[in-house]
């Protein structure tokens, strides 16, 4: 049997050894997309880096994505799968059992994100600041944050919360301006804004259990 040479040997041996199917090549340009985008945002990786990441020819890349524009779109669609699916919505649902407590507990998971080691930035406010609103990336972007506000607004008529959409709309701004400040450094910051969402379905007429309140937190270190 002749040896089989290049990246892509790399990958079957390595898996061979594992006891694991070897990953396709469309996984692993999406995984190298995940990788790459997530590390320097869109605009700086070019096609020839997620080529080469991915250990695949040129004629595959192309046989999967019809562009690099594609393949962000894919990007984000993974990203809506493991961060919203996944990583909000059906942990949320592990955490609490009615719907107030999931609409809190939603700053708890949140929370353990800021807290992980190489935390980084929501990939959809990234890509949207990024690439803009009118670009297809940003627009999908948007349309995965909307979704966020949907499950959130869901909840929300499910307790029975007065003002449902208005309600959502503020809860959203919560968790969002909570990502941009962990981002700045401020790892309270889903924390906080537990408190803020707290008093929050109380102004909408629910009950809601008062959070662990918070220490006293230094001033340096953040920008506002």
Known sequence: MNDIQGPVAGTVAVSARSGCAPVGARQRI???ACELFAERGIRDVGIAELISRAGV??????????????????????????????GIIAETSRRA????????????????????EGFQACAFVS??????????????????????????????????????????????????GSIISAVEGDQEAAVLAKHMAASLISAHGGAARAPTP??????EGHIF
């Open 97 to 116: 059992d009615n719907p107030t407590g999931r609409l809190l507990a939603i700053f708890d998971v949140l929370d353990g994100w800021f807290r992980q």
């Open 57 to 86: 020819a040129k004629a595959t890349f192309y046989g999967h994505f019809a562009s690099k524009d594609d393949l962000v779109l894919e990007f984000l669609a993974r990203c809506h799968q493991d961060q919203t699916l996944e």
């Open 30 to 32: 999406i995984d190298a």
């Open 127 to 176: 890509t949207m600041l990024e690439m803009g609103v009118n670009h297809p990336a940003g627009e999908a972007s948007v349309d995965y944050l909307a979704k966020v506000r949907v499950f959130i607004k869901a909840l929300a008529k499910e307790a029975c919360l007065d003002r449902p959409d208005e309600f959502a709309r503020s809860c959203h701004i919560l968790t969002k």
């Open 214 to 219: 918070l220490a006293p937190a230094r001033a």
